[in-house]
């Protein structure tokens, strides 16, 4: 019995390492891929903007594309693609919460990922995926805008588990 105690503590010390090892692996590659969306001026904007809860629109979108990036490399997708875009799903850059009064806009959760859309391909190239992540994250409330690719639907549901999150820890 302490002989099989001691080969289990031994397996779980074992896999623990190896999960940090993995996390520490992919956090570099996350943040190598998004390095230069991440350090933009433009996109360090976006910390000026309150978003969810006590978050800012740059954590969160850091947040979202970190995630982004863990499920699609666990699943064997594109994750630098769904890095870049989670980074740049909400350049939009204002702080939607006075954006009505200011601009008689009532529909910022419909109409700001065009402009999004608009901000980031004016300061980057973007590719298929970017732009589905960036142009359909925010299915279903935009109706029949709904992400046509793997890393869409992932950044979609991720981005409403973030929103989440950040909106319950006020």
Not at 9 to 26: H, I, Q
Not at 33 to 40: L, M, N, S
Request: aromatic share 14%; hydrophobic share 35%; proline share 3%.
């Amino acid at each position: 019995m302490l002989f099989k105690n001691k080969l289990l503590t031994n397996l779980r010390r074992e896999a623990s390492e190896k999960r940090e090892d993995l996390r520490r692996d992919w956090g570099e590659d996350f943040y190598e891929c998004i390095r230069d969306i991440a350090e933009h001026p433009v996109v360090l904007r976006m910390k000026l903007y309150p978003h969810h809860g006590r978050t800012n629109c740059y954590q969160h979108c850091l947040h979202v594309a970190y995630y982004n990036y863990v499920w699609c490399r666990f699943f064997h997708l594109d994750a630098d693609s769904a890095a870049r875009g989670g980074m740049l799903h909400d350049l939009f850059l204002y702080d939607w919460h006075t954006h009505t009064a200011r601009t008689g806009d009532h529909f910022h959760g419909m109409t700001h990922p065009a402009c999004a859309y608009k901000n980031a391909r004016k300061f980057f190239k973007l590719n298929r995926v970017e732009e589905d992540i960036i142009r359909k994250h925010m299915w279903p409330v935009t109706l029949f805008h709904f992400p046509r690719t793997k890393e869409g639907w992932i950044a979609t549901l991720t981005d409403k588990y973030c929103g989440t999150l950040e909106t319950s820890q006020r």
